[in-house]
């Protein structure tokens, strides 16, 4: 059975364009995957701590060697990867949030790469196999060719810490442009829609 992990990194929930298109990529991949099944990580539902030094000292101390305290100090950890592992395809909807992305989601990130787990001692990523989507919505316009295309970090890091995990079909639907939503340019519904096209070939 083919297994998509939905996370979700807006706050922002009905008003969210991340939201909605991860909507609009979730129904149309569940389209084309009749037997597939759906997980959904919600970031800001999960309360997930920030990587502290009772998790450093259980992540970088040999699995044989774990006390029941290591192990409690991963348990979110190791919940976390076990989700991200059973996924075949894993989309990412976020915003972006000062040219990067949102602290919930780094903190996710923080707590699912893990040497000797997600990524080898000799740094090569350990899951194979998997395909991603990055939903992006930004306020402004980071198109390619935008005088501030270059200052978009968000693109390039998620790629980045995918691929060192192993994930490296990797597809990026940047929604640039949202501030034309907010300011009562467009609907959400309408803005949404310029995006079936990129997202039908991303959920195929
Ligand atoms: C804290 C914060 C920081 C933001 N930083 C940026 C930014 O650096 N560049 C940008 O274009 N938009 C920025 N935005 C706007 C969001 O990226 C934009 O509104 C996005 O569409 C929100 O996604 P959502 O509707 O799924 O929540 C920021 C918004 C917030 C709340």
Redesign the pocket.
Known sequence: MTLLLVIEA???HE?????ILTAQFVEKWARSHPNGSVVVRDLVQSNLQFVDLPWIGAAFTPPEQHSPEHASALKTSTTLIEELKAADHIVI???????SIPALLKAYIDQIVRVGVTVSTAYEGMLKNKKATVIL????D?SPGAPFASANVASSYLKQILGFIGISDVDIVL??K??TI?QGETTLANFASQFDAELSAAAA
């Open positions: 807006s706050p922002r008003h969210s364009a991340s939201r909807g976020t915003p972006m949030y000062n040219f919505t930004t306020g402004g980071f929604a640039v949202t501030l907010d």
